[in-house]
């Protein structure tokens, strides 16, 4: 590194730029290079001279030309970059992967993902990583009821939130001619029949483990009653197509069960169909045609693998290795899409981010990172158990990413404006990060009026106003009086007095900060404006995300403590 001003300004300015992705602050700048080389505040003319031209050279870098030049002047600044994903630890090996992988994400589109949907995600993904081989998002949108045509995009948007090793997209509504050729294979290998009983009758037959009259048809007739459903001779209810199994199973859900239906409406946003397969049939074609080698999805499936072994045994083909996790039952939001759908029509939530629910998009916008919510999931690993999903592990995780470059800042929930009697003028230097000095301090001045809280006050003698002095605390129906009570942090201790945060009268913003339990009004420090879209922590508070800023004030999504 250069030991001249102009280098060491160029580096600083580099640090500062590819640390928060954004243009170089010249006060940071400056801050940083008069705190580590105090030898230079004798030449601060000279300094402010020189960083003009840096800021200007530096803003007028592409980000990765900036992280280049970082790289190559002082590898040592370039600090990892948040929500790098932490370190995992091991699931168990999967069999027969040794020589690679081919595994599937497979969603519907009846809405954006959520904390459920993010567990076969990040499993899946862990195993390709580990192992190598290709991994399918298939978009399994064959239900047209469950389909909105937005909904791809919300979806989409999630995966690459996620940041997931996807090789390829399949989307089930581009695969019918695939679905209908293969239904005809399964039909000439009497492995399935077209069935035209009224719903009722096939139930109570199948109860009582007895066939219905059309699963004796030969394949001609199976054949004929198929194309005719492709050509639009039956509607929605008047027929299905049924995989032939053992009548005898004891379970009844495996007695013959669907593959084909037909819905005549809604229309499907992506084809012109009204013949759809089920799932069960679906999946196993996929599967196989994709080469899928192995399949990590909750038990709840354990039945339809069972079902689709059917499939499989008629065909010849040999299935994946099935790996089945157990229930995660996720407390505190709403997952059910339906719930949501109503519950945003209805304007009890403000969209598919609203904190009050599990979609990602939610937790997003709360400055959950990816990869706290990854490490959560692989924590949690494959096992069969039902578990509960552990909030307080997600906010760990998250809190060791993003601790490292959230500012500092003083927010007052519920203020009262309060004069400080006997205290003379003064400016309280707070650091922007207490691990990095570097980076610079907000001047909060002190004029004899602050802000705080009631709760931070009401029922203390004595409080330290954190970064500033002590105060002795007057309080008589609910109104407070402070008074200058010293310097003395060792006061402080003796008595346990809490250290609280305030603001200045003179220089405040409106925040609204929104929990999921509820808004909380309240007012923060100026320079909160500035971080809209990062995350930062309000002290004693916790960590937020700087959702908005403008005219009307800041609003900021509560992440955790």
């Not at 059910?336 to 009890?348: C, D, L, N, V, Y």
């Not at 006997?422 to 230097?429: C, N």
């Not at 009086?481 to 405040?508: H, K, M, N």
Request: hydrophobic share 35%; net charge negative.
């Amino acid at each position: 590194m250069e030991e001249d001003p102009r280098g060491l300004l160029l580096v600083y300015a580099l640090q500062n730029a590819v640390q928060h992705n954004s243009v170089p602050k010249a006060g940071t700048v400056l801050g940083t290079l008069l705190g580590k080389h105090p030898e230079y505040r004798s030449r601060i003319q000279e300094a402010k001279h020189l960083l003009a031209e840096v800021l200007a050279e530096v803003e007028g870098m592409p980000p990765a030309e900036r992280e280049a030049m970082l790289a190559r002047l002082a590898p040592d600044l370039l600090a990892p970059k948040a929500g790098k994903r932490p370190r995992e630890q091991e699931l168990p090996p999967l069999e027969n992967a040794e020589q690679g992988v081919v595994m599937r994400f497979a969603p519907n589109p009846s809405g954006p993902l959520h904390l459920g949907h993010a567990r076969a995600a990040y499993l899946n993904d862990y195993y390709v990583r580990r192992y190598g081989g290709r991994y399918v998002l298939r978009i399994e949108d064959t239900d047209p009821r469950r389909v909105e045509e937005e909904n791809y995009g919300l979806l989409l948007d999630d995966i690459d939130w996620l940041d997931l090793a996807v090789t390829e997209i399949v989307y089930q509504s581009d695969r019918m001619d695939i679905y209908y050729d293969y239904c005809r294979r399964l039909i000439e290998l009497e492995g399935a029949y077209v069935c035209t009983c009224e719903a009722e009758l096939f139930r109570s037959l199948k109860l009582e483990k007895k066939a219905c009259p059309c699963r004796s048809q030969n394949v001609e007739e199976n054949l004929g009653l198929w194309d005719r459903m492709l050509s639009g001779l039956f509607h929605e209810g008047m027929v299905t197509v049924r995989v032939r199994t053992d009548l005898a199973h004891p379970d009844p859900a495996m007695r013959d069960f669907s593959i084909f239906r037909i819905v005549d409406t809604p229309p499907h946003p992506r084809c012109e169909a009204r013949v759809y397969p089920l799932m069960n049939f679906s999946v196993v074609v996929d599967d196989h045609l994709l080469g899928i080698t192995h399949v990590i999805r909750g038990k709840d499936h354990i039945a339809n693998t069972r079902r689709q072994q059917y499939i499989y045994d008629y065909f010849g083909w040999k299935p994946p290795y099935y790996l089945h996790y157990g229930r995660m039952s996720i407390e505190g939001v709403v997952l059910s899409t339906s719930a949501m759908k109503e519950g945003i029509r209805e304007h009890r939530y403000t969209g598919w981010d609203d904190p009050h629910l599990g979609t990602l998009k939610a937790i997003a916008r709360r400055g959950i990172l990816p990869g706290a919510v990854r490490s959560a999931i692989i924590d949690i690993g494959v096992g069969e158990t039902d578990i509960s999903f552990s909030w307080e592990n997600l906010y760990a995780k998250n809190k060791a990413l993003v601790d490292p470059d959230a500012n500092r800042y003083f927010f007052v929930p519920q203020p009262v404006l309060c004069r400080v009697a006997g205290a003379g003028d003064q400016t309280a230097h707070a650091l922007l990060h207490p691990n990095h000095p570097e980076r610079g301090s907000r001047d909060l001045a002190f004029r004899g009026g602050i802000y705080v809280s009631p709760d931070d006050v009401s029922g203390h003698a004595l409080v330290r106003l954190k970064d500033l002095f002590n105060v002795r605390i007057h309080e008589e129906k609910g109104t407070f009086r402070l008074e200058y009570a010293g310097d003395s942090l060792e006061e402080v201790r003796a008595a346990r007095a809490p250290i609280v945060q305030w603001l200045p009268e003179e220089t405040v913003v409106p925040c609204l900060l929104r929990k999921p339990e509820g808004d909380i009004p309240g007012l923060c420090e100026p320079a909160v404006a500035g971080e809209a879209g990062k995350v930062v922590q309000f002290e004693r508070v916790g960590f937020v995300r700087i959702d908005s800023a403008g005219s009307e004030g800041v609003q900021a999504y509560y992440a955790h403590r």
